[in-house]
Every structure is written in structure tokens, then in C-alpha cells.
């Protein structure tokens, strides 16, 4: 069940329909579901960008990096996301932003890591960020060096968990605006929910959306 770099070289993602929003509210937690069809995003909304990175272990098996948050007085205090962050006035566009914050959290460069494509815009409500996911690969195994100011530590995943069914739970989580039930993947006891699942869902349909990967 492993994907290959070389078929993500060949498999031209940026001209495959992405799954989109249908992916993504698979994952949603209620309070967002409920937000009207109509809904317009705030005019005032801060953007950001987040990066899905593929990279392979000594061993070929295909990972990504996930980063927990340190604990602060916040409303995503010690939570389970992308390397990402806040776009700045000086980037050239949202690629760039998600290059530069993941090379200032997880201490990876660009030149380390190739554009595969980019994934839906999500919005997070709690925060009023509209959050730009994009999905790269390294050719190469990656050494991470954290900023421990903005990561507590990280958070390496085979991609392979992420596709398996038996990673997929419902449980309750208790924040400072909500408690609810929460569609979620659980990592070796990491429960990753809210935006970073519903991005994770959409990833994972286009993955297994390629013509050549097969499930074994």
C-alpha cells in the first residue's frame, strides 16, 4: 500500500479534480457543518498557508510530518497540525508563505521538497483564518530541526496509517468554544482533528485517486 515517489513524479496531481469540500466534511466537526450554505467568508479573515509533506523513510516507506503546538493561551493550544502559519506582507504568494514557515518550524528548506499541488482552502472559524493547504514531496529521507518556540515536537507518520480505515474514530473533545464528538485520526494515540483532518481527507482521497496506485 505504499506509494512511490516516482509515481507521485509522474502523476501530474495538479491536473486531477481535486476531492474538494465533500472530502473535507467528512472530517468536519459539527460546529462546522452547521455554518449556512450561504456562508461568506469575513471580509477581515487572516490567511495562511500549511504544508502536506511527503518524504521518504531509510527504508522507501512514504511519511509525512504532522507538528503538536507548545501549550499556550490560545485557542489552538497544544493541538496537532501542519508545519504553517500566518502569510506575511514580504511573500511572494501562499506557496511561499507554507515554504518559509515550514523551513522555520521543521527546519526544511525549499530546495529540499518539490510542489505536487494544492488542496482547498479551508476556513477555521475560531480563529478567522482561511488556512491554503499544499501538498509536496522530498526525494529524499529529512532531518528535522525544530523551532521549539513554535513546536513542541514533531510528529512523523506513515502515510500508510493515513490511508488504513482503522485509523478513522468519533471522540468527544472539550476546547474553549466547543464539546462535542469529533470525527478524527488517531496516530499511535494522537488524535488529529478539525481543519488538519478535514485537509488529511481530502489529501488522502486524491491519493488513492491516482490511475497507477494500487492498494496491495
Known amino acids: 500500500m505504499n506509494l512511490d515517489y516516482s509515481l507521485l513524479q509522474s502523476s501530474k496531481l495538479e491536473e486531477?479534480?481535486?476531492?474538494?469540500?465533500?472530502?473535507?466534511?467528512?472530517?468536519?466537526p459539527?460546529?462546522?457543518?452547521?455554518?449556512?450554505?450561504?456562508?461568506v467568508v469575513p471580509a477581515d479573515a487572516r490567511q495562511a498557508a500549511v504544508l502536506f509533506l511527503l518524504y521518504p523513510d531509510h527504508n522507501a516507506l512514504m511519511h509525512f510530518c504532522l507538528i503538536q503546538r507548545p501549550r499556550y493561551a490560545g485557542q489552538h493550544s497544544g493541538q496537532i497540525s501542519f508545519p504553517g502559519g500566518k502569510q506575511e506582507?514580504?511573500?511572494?504568494?501562499?506557496?511561499?508563505?507554507?515554504?518559509?514557515?515550514?523551513?522555520?518550524?521543521?527546519?526544511?528548506?525549499?530546495?529540499?521538497i518539490e510542489f505536487l499541488t494544492s488542496l482547498t482552502p479551508t476556513y477555521i472559524p475560531?480563529?478567522?483564518?482561511?488556512?491554503?493547504?499544499?501538498?509536496?514531496?522530498?526525494?529524499?529521507?529529512?532531518l528535522f530541526s525544530p523551532d521549539n518556540?513554535?513546536?513542541?515536537?514533531?510528529?512523523?507518520?506513515p502515510l500508510n496509517?493515513?490511508?488504513?480505515?482503522?485509523?478513522?474514530?468519533?471522540?468527544?473533545v472539550k476546547t474553549s468554544y466547543m464539546e462535542e464528538e469529533v470525527p478524527m485520526f488517531v496516530f499511535d494515540n494522537y488524535e488529529v482533528w478539525g481543519a488538519t483532518a478535514m485537509i488529511l481527507s481530502e489529501a488522502k482521497e486524491l491519493i488513492l485517486s491516482l490511475p497507477d496506485f494500487r492498494i496491495e
Not at 16 to 28: C, V
Request: charged residues 25%; glycine residues 2%; hydrophobic residues 40%.
Open 161 to 172: 496509517a493515513l490511508l488504513s480505515p482503522s485509523n478513522l474514530h468519533a471522540r468527544s
Open 149 to 157: 518556540k513554535e513546536v513542541d515536537h514533531i510528529i512523523e507518520v
Open 89 to 112: 506582507q514580504y511573500d511572494a504568494d501562499f506557496w511561499a508563505t507554507a515554504l518559509r514557515e515550514t523551513k522555520e518550524e521543521v527546519g526544511i528548506s525549499e530546495d529540499q
Open 126 to 142: 475560531p480563529s478567522n483564518f482561511v488556512v491554503r493547504p499544499f501538498m509536496a514531496v522530498a526525494p529524499s529521507p529529512l
Open 30 to 39: 459539527q460546529i462546522r457543518k452547521v455554518l449556512p450554505k450561504d456562508f
Open 16 to 28: 486531477i479534480p481535486k476531492p474538494g469540500w465533500q472530502a473535507q466534511m467528512k472530517m468536519a
